[in-house]
Nanobody, 127 residues
Framework: QLQLVESGGGLVQPGGSLRLSCVAS????????IGWFRQAPGKEREWVGS??????YYSDSVKGRFTISRDRAKNTLYLQMDSLKAEDTAVYYCAAPSALVSGVPGWYRQPHFYGPWGQGTQVTVSS
């Protein structure tokens, strides 16, 4: 059964860094597209970035500050977050597509193509 579990969140000051982890069971991460999303209180779930077998993509709001990487031996994905801002405060989720998607440009940015969703990990950026 597919399960992705996020961890590594916490409280950090503006300008600081955090590294989130996404551990998978029932899925080999390197064989799948994995997306990182976040959701702030009162807001819709927002795409942060995605990694495929060969490429990584980032939203404009995090490009140059966040980096997605993969440890194949541990079947774990990471989201390195640097130069954090207050507006990065949110619950962060990783997820895999719920079905094979083709013919939809930019589908990897859309949360409704992903699932199931885990509990997420809270990131709070505050002084």
């Amino acid at each position: 059964q597919l399960q992705l579990v996020e961890s590594g969140g916490g409280l950090v000051q503006p300008g600081g860094s955090l590294r989130l982890s996404c551990v998978a069971s029932g899925l080999t991460l390197e064989d799948s597209v994995i997306g990182w999303f976040r959701q702030a209180p009162g807001k819709e779930r927002e795409w942060v970035g995605s990694i495929t077998q060969t490429m990584t993509y980032y939203s404009d709001s995090v490009k140059g500050r966040f980096t997605i990487s993969r440890d194949r031996a541990k079947n774990t994905l990471y989201l390195q977050m640097d130069s954090l801002k207050a507006e990065d405060t949110a619950v962060y989720y990783c997820a895999a597509p719920s079905a094979l998607v083709s013919g939809v440009p930019g589908w990897y940015r859309q949360p409704h193509f992903y699932g199931p969703w885990g509990q997420g990990t809270q990131v709070t950026v505050s002084s």
